[in-house]
């Protein structure tokens, strides 16, 4: 072989690696897309229906994640929010589990008891949290119990000695938690149901309708209402329902119901009732959801919610974003519903509660 035709070969040879190289990074980006979503989501509107009433914590972050969602989603389609509260959020959750589309547009944005109200609850509903498709949890939020610094209870001994009239609304943490902890710890909690949400019953302490609430979320309440804690501030944080308690009301001293159980199964009730903290703003998805959909937006879910512009907004407004993923919350709600028959059992006894 001459050293022309030598040249030649080598010059053949070196083109057809480039040809192939550039073939194999075509396939590789084929492949990357066959993972997002294949263009499935262009020019189509995405709906987050929000379990609560516009201007609470739930709604507030819901908005937050619509205008980031979008540029972590192949297409950036447009995400909008529709309200739909009622009974604990669970009316949402049975629209998204019996009627909303099944591709991946329709989401649902729930209180964090709604996952446990066909487990421990006595409310009817038509979904099965053990089947739903979850994106994530927005946050794991440490819920708090808190009252009006001109209340008689100022403190957690205090409710267990007098009557504490608080807002609550049906079948939702605000309802829950206070039958829970009087049956566990001897509160003497009285509810005022009928509320539609947050933002209701913050009203109704204001104008004195009730004097406090037990199961808002710390992160929320002190966001959305933040001229009431801290100095000249009408309401205190009488106590916190969280395995680790957060981080600001540990500082000042505040007490944990989880520091106050008698004994092994009263721990592991609690344990249980409020494993749905660490789901404190549960996303999900009805369950015939295309596999390959719901690992698209829970990646879309996760990337938002670590989005610098996302964070910053957030910091701005002074909330908090702490993430659970998708596959953590589902195996958190599998658990749950294997829960021991006893255990399951006195809540629900606790819970039965007619005024």
Same mark, same amino acid.
């Given at each position: 072989? +001459?050293? !022309?035709? %030598? @040249?030649? /070969?080598?010059?053949? $040879?070196?083109?057809?690696?480039?040809?192939?190289?550039?073939?194999? =990074?075509?396939?590789?980006?084929?492949?990357?897309?066959?993972?997002?979503?294949?263009?499935?989501?262009?020019?189509?509107?995405?709906?987050?229906?929000?379990? +609560?009433? !516009?201007? %609470? @914590?739930? /709604?507030?972050?819901? $908005?937050?994640?619509?205008?980031?969602?979008?540029?972590?989603?192949? =297409?950036?389609?447009?995400?909008?929010?529709?309200?739909?509260?009622?009974?604990?959020?669970?009316?949402?959750?049975?629209?998204?589990?019996?009627?909303?589309?099944?591709?991946?547009?329709?989401?649902?944005?729930?209180?964090?008891?709604?996952?446990?109200?066909?487990?421990?609850?006595?409310?009817?509903?038509?979904?099965?949290?053990?089947?739903?498709?979850?994106?994530?949890?927005?946050?794991?939020?440490?819920?708090?119990?808190?009252?009006?610094?001109?209340?008689?209870?100022?403190?957690?001994?205090?409710?267990?000695?007098?009557?504490?009239?608080?807002?609550?609304?049906?079948?939702?943490?605000?309802?829950?938690?206070?039958?829970?902890?009087?049956?566990?710890?001897?509160?003497?909690?009285?509810?005022?149901?009928?509320?539609?949400?947050?933002?209701?019953?913050?009203?109704?302490?204001?104008?004195?309708?009730?004097?406090?609430?037990?199961?808002?979320?710390?992160?929320?309440?002190?966001?959305?209402?933040?001229?009431?804690?801290?100095?000249?501030?009408?309401?205190?944080?009488?106590?916190?329902?969280?395995?680790?308690?957060?981080?600001?009301?540990?500082?000042?001293?505040?007490?944990?119901?989880?520091?106050?159980?008698?004994?092994?199964?009263?721990?592991?009730?609690?344990?249980?009732?409020?494993?749905?903290?660490?789901?404190?703003?549960?996303?999900?998805?009805?369950?015939?959801?295309?596999?390959?959909?719901?690992?698209?937006?829970?990646?879309?879910?996760?990337?938002?919610?670590?989005?610098?512009?996302?964070?910053?907004?957030?910091?701005?407004?002074?909330?908090?974003?702490?993430?659970?993923?998708?596959?953590?919350?589902?195996?958190?709600?599998?658990?749950?519903?294997?829960?021991?028959?006893?255990?399951?059992?006195?809540?629900?006894?606790?819970?039965?509660?007619?005024?």
């Amino acid at each position: 072989m +001459s050293a !022309a035709e %030598g @040249g030649c /070969d080598m010059a053949l $040879r070196t083109r057809a690696l480039k040809l192939l190289a550039a073939a194999g =990074g075509i396939l590789a980006a084929t492949g990357a897309m066959a993972q997002t979503d294949g263009g499935f989501f262009k020019g189509k509107t995405i709906t987050i229906f929000v379990g +609560s009433s !516009a201007g %609470g @914590g739930y /709604d507030t972050y819901a $908005r937050l994640l619509s205008r980031h969602m979008p540029k972590h989603l192949e =297409g950036a389609p447009t995400i909008v929010i529709s309200n739909m509260p009622g009974a604990g959020s669970n009316v949402a959750a049975n629209y998204v589990y019996n009627v909303a589309r099944k591709d991946g547009t329709m989401i649902g944005a729930l209180y964090a008891g709604a996952p446990l109200e066909p487990l421990i609850g006595t409310a009817p509903v038509q979904h099965d949290p053990s089947k739903t498709q979850y994106l994530g949890s927005a946050n794991n939020d440490v819920y708090v119990c808190i009252g009006r610094r001109d209340a008689e209870v100022q403190s957690f001994d205090d409710l267990r000695k007098k009557e504490f009239i608080v807002g609550a609304q049906n079948s939702s943490t605000t309802s829950d938690f206070p039958l829970v902890l009087n049956a566990v710890l001897g509160t003497k909690f009285k509810l005022v149901l009928g509320y539609p949400g947050s933002r209701e019953i913050g009203l109704a302490i204001e104008k004195k309708e009730v004097f406090g609430a037990c199961g808002f979320a710390w992160p929320s309440i002190s966001v959305t209402n933040p001229g009431w804690f801290g100095e000249g501030g009408i309401m205190q944080v009488l106590f916190q329902t969280h395995p680790t308690g957060h981080a600001e009301l540990n500082k000042r001293g505040v007490p944990n119901a989880y520091d106050m159980t008698a004994n092994a199964e009263d721990k592991a009730l609690i344990d249980l009732f409020f494993s749905q903290m660490v789901f404190g703003r549960p996303y999900v998805l009805p369950p015939e959801t295309p596999p390959e959909r719901v690992a698209v937006l829970r990646k879309a879910f996760l990337a938002a919610l670590a989005d610098p512009e996302l964070l910053a907004e957030a910091k701005k407004a002074n909330l908090e974003v702490n993430p659970v993923s998708g596959d953590d919350v589902q195996a958190l709600i599998a658990k749950v519903y294997s829960a021991p028959p006893q255990v399951v059992s006195r809540i629900k006894k606790a819970l039965s509660y007619t005024p």
